[in-house]
């Protein structure tokens, strides 16, 4: 186990709707980051935000947004769900400032119907 | 942009024999970091081994070791003494050591299997 926690495991969802995913970093982490991870597939960086601020962004269009909280949880907000969204996201913390290993949590499932 | 190649698929090893999976990558920066995840069917992904460029050295974790060949850009894994527990996905991982974050840049992973 890694101390990073996300909820809910599973989601449905339908075309159209707007779905939050929770994630609780590993305590003395500042930065998180959110990863989509498409079946049989490597994760893919959607953004990292170190100290409540986003600090960089893979090339996922702006309905995909995020939050970090002062006590450095995070949620990723997805607007207007596509059925290319179902997949599984995995959200990781780390150290930033520093090239530290990240550390992942089980990741939330979510299908679109 | 970076770039993580795993060219084989799936592989499979006898339980207790050594199994080496391949990793190539794509960069222009000199320092760096790279690692191997390991995603076993329960999903959650745990780091199995972390390596430095500007180290020589190739790392190693217990059962774990890494051949690191940096003109090449080739980052493989060894695994020896294999588990039935080292049955997962495994995933190579770049990251840049410069710039504003710690993204990890991932191939498409590799899908060990250990018979009994």
């Known amino acids: 186990e890694t101390g990073v926690t996300q909820s809910p495991t599973h989601l449905i969802k339908t075309r159209g709707q707007q779905v939050t995913l929770r994630c609780s970093s590993q305590?003395?982490?500042?930065?998180v980051s959110w990863y989509q991870q498409a079946l049989g597939q490597g994760p893919q960086f959607i953004f990292q935000?170190?100290?409540?601020?986003?600090?960089g962004r893979g090339n996922f269009p702006p309905r995909f947004s995020g939050l970090q909280f002062p006590n450095y949880s995070s949620e990723l907000n997805v607007n207007a769900l596509e059925l290319d969204d179902s997949a599984l996201y995995l959200c990781a913390s780390g150290r930033g400032g520093f090239r530290e290993t990240q550390y992942f949590g089980p990741g939330t499932r979510l299908l679109v119907l | 942009a970076q770039t993580v190649t795993q060219s084989q698929p799936e592989m499979s090893v006898q339980e207790a024999e050594t199994v080496t999976l391949s990793c190539t990558y794509d960069?222009?920066?000199?320092?760096?970091?790279l690692f191997w995840y390991k995603q076993p069917p329960s999903r959650q992904m745990i780091l199995v081994i972390r390596?430095?460029?500007?180290?020589?050295q190739n790392a190693t974790e217990n059962r774990f070791s890494v051949n690191f060949q940096k003109a090449a850009k080739s980052f493989s894994l060894k695994i020896s003494d294999s588990q039935l527990g080292d049955t997962a996905m495994y995933f190579c991982a770049f990251m840049r050591a410069t710039g504003a974050n710690s993204k990890l840049t991932f191939g498409k992973g590799i899908t060990l299997s250990v018979r009994p």
């Open positions: 305590s003395g982490h500042n930065t």
């Open positions: 960069t222009s920066e000199s320092n760096y970091y």
């Open positions: 935000y170190y100290r409540e601020e986003e600090n």
């Open positions: 390596q430095e460029a500007y180290k020589q």
